[in-house]
């Protein structure tokens, strides 16, 4: 069985940055590419068990999202109705508002997207609503094969260790965070923030099998890269912690 720990400190990131073309300024559209990039991602690697964004009043000529005005609504999680009874779903801000989905698939994503842009109302006439950032910080994780062959995985956190439930589907084994009894226990983590166009990714690696170069899930990290890239984002892949 493969050593496991949990990375607190240092974590590792792959970062990516995305340039709109000039003719692309509509909040939905970008909300498409940056969903795209999450699931080029997440591909054989994590599936979002939730999906956070921060909606904004944009500069209607530009685009840019503004601090003033403020959207009615700014704060927004979708997560799905069925979860591991040992995950949690964390609020990352207050008054956010929750809905439920059967599953988390891109098609979901964005019409939840859609519809509560088409909500939001900016008052003034020169801004329109749109999105700030997009974050994932639960998911469940496929394990690199031969990393686990019983229901639990030993994975050291901290000084201790933590029993992590493994489940298996698809013929494949995978691990969900982060658990209830552990809030800093996810094994992966992405924002994607939109700045008028300018899309930047933050995919964190908070496992030393995706960190470490020599890790079962490494060679799982560079494919995402590879298919990240292979969609025009600008990528650098993490080192180790």
Excluded: K
């Amino acid at each position: 069985m493969t050593e496991v720990s949990i990375r607190t400190r240092g974590r590792a990131h792959v970062r990516a940055e995305f340039v709109a073309p000039d003719d692309v300024d509509d909040q939905l559209a970008l909300a498409a590419m940056a969903v795209d990039a999450l699931f080029a991602l997440g591909e054989g690697l994590f599936e979002p068990l939730s999906v956070d964004t921060e909606l904004a009043c944009c500069d209607a000529e530009t685009g840019y999202p503004l601090d003033q005005p403020r959207a009615a609504a700014p704060f927004h999680q979708l997560r799905l109705v069925s979860l591991p009874e040992t995950v949690v779903i964390r609020e990352v801000w207050n008054g956010t508002r929750v809905e439920q989905r059967e599953r988390l698939d891109r098609d979901q994503i964005l019409d939840w997207l859609r519809a509560i842009l088409a909500e939001q109302e900016c008052p003034q006439p020169d801004t329109i609503p749109g999105w700030r950032q997009l974050l994932v910080e639960t998911v469940r994780a496929r394990l690199p094969e031969g990393t686990s062959d019983g229901d639990e995985l030993p994975v050291t956190y901290g000084a201790g260790m933590i029993r992590y439930p493994v489940e298996r589907a698809a013929d494949a084994l995978w691990v969900a965070g982060p658990l209830a009894t552990h809030h800093d226990t996810a094994p992966f983590e992405v924002r994607i923030v939109n700045e008028a166009g300018v899309l930047s990714l933050d995919l964190s690696l908070n496992w030393s099998l995706w960190i470490d170069t020599d890790g079962a899930g490494r060679p799982d990290i560079e494919a995402a890269v590879g298919r990240l890239s292979a969609l025009g984002w600008d990528v650098a892949s993490a080192d180790p912690a």
